[in-house]
């Protein structure tokens, strides 16, 4: 979940994000340094990298899937929680600090790790986790249903004044729609206080724990009840049926049996239990897994653990291939964006260590 500790404007994490660089005045260097930095993903982690780098002297280039900078800040976490010129005048910020952004970059496409490294002196993988987790169900596959992120971001997109076809049809757009979203976390609790604002004729969330065990931040699923979000707790969807479109989802009720290893109580299904919900429009929020970044970015040898996050020394949050380091959720795994910035600020002060060092040796070798 993106798990930004929301208030209905601005959150800690995100006003933070927009005043720790009100003055752009800290960019003015006195002295370029030789040796460059490449960043991978321009989401909290990557930007706050990029600006404690840059403010180092260090050449930087910021490389970017997406055609805006800001990762989840932009396109996943809606307009309602973090307004998006804060986040663009932070990149603008950035950029005129010398900061080179390339966006609609994929590693592996338009270029390969490898080819990275040989241009950089030093590498930092934040691309953050983006791949949404699945829920295999008969039914899958009919129309009008969505992951959360391309729901958010065409929610988004929308908000900065983009043209997105699939929204102005209507098909991405929840007004005068039953709408159920699935999943009990942050980001589920974006998904069902976004289709609301979208005037949505009815919003339901079925989430399989009860309340007590939501991963979701109380207050907003306080703001989402208070907004007339109805949440069905203890329920798994067990089917989608439709003719080519959503109609009705098949929901099983669940009870919580034993505690389970981390000692939470586990969902299991009540038997004939079975009841159906009306939905012509479903969105799957139940969170979000690495990539298979050795494949992606063709790198057969960058180290993953058997989550698929990126294995990094802990004191030094190096990986395996020297010179190459990674820092938020694509190393904690899907976390809150304070976590992020923190990761990024002490990814660059270890890889100021490591240029030093590698400066050092070239001094001695000369």
Partial sequence: SFGLESQTNSTPSSSAFATSLADPGIFSLKHEKDQSV???????????AAEQLRKNGYKITVYDRYDRAGGLLIYGIPNFKLEKHVVERRTKLLKDGGI?????????KDATLEQLRK??????????????????????????????????TASNKKGLGDKVELFDKGTLNAE????????????????????????????????????????GSAREVANAEEEGVEFVWLSSPKEFKGKNKIENLVVNQIELGDPDESGRRKPEIKQGSEFEVKADMAIKALGFDPENLPLLFDAQKLQVT????????FNTMETNLR????????VRGASLVVWAIKDGRDAASSMKTYLENMELKKTKVA
Wanted: neutral net charge.
């Fill in 38 to 48: 490449g960043i991978i993903g321009a989401g909290p982690a990557g930007l706050a």
């Fill in 306 to 313: 058997k989550w698929g996050t990126i294995k990094t020394d």
């Fill in 119 to 152: 241009k950089h002196d030093a590498i930092l993988i934040a691309t953050g986790v983006y791949k949404p987790r699945e829920v295999e169900l008969p039914g899958n596959d009919l129309g009008n249903i969505f992951p959360a992120m391309e729901f958010l």
């Fill in 323 to 330: 010179g190459v380091f990674a820092a938020g959720d694509i």
């Fill in 100 to 108: 080179e952004f390339v966006q609609n970059f994929e590693v592996g």
């Fill in 176 to 215: 005068g729609k039953d709408v159920v979203v699935i999943g009990g976390g942050d980001t589920a609790m974006d998904c069902v206080r976004t289709a609301v604002r979208q005037k949505a004729k009815s919003v339901k969330c079925l989430y399989r724990r009860d309340k007590e065990n939501m991963p």
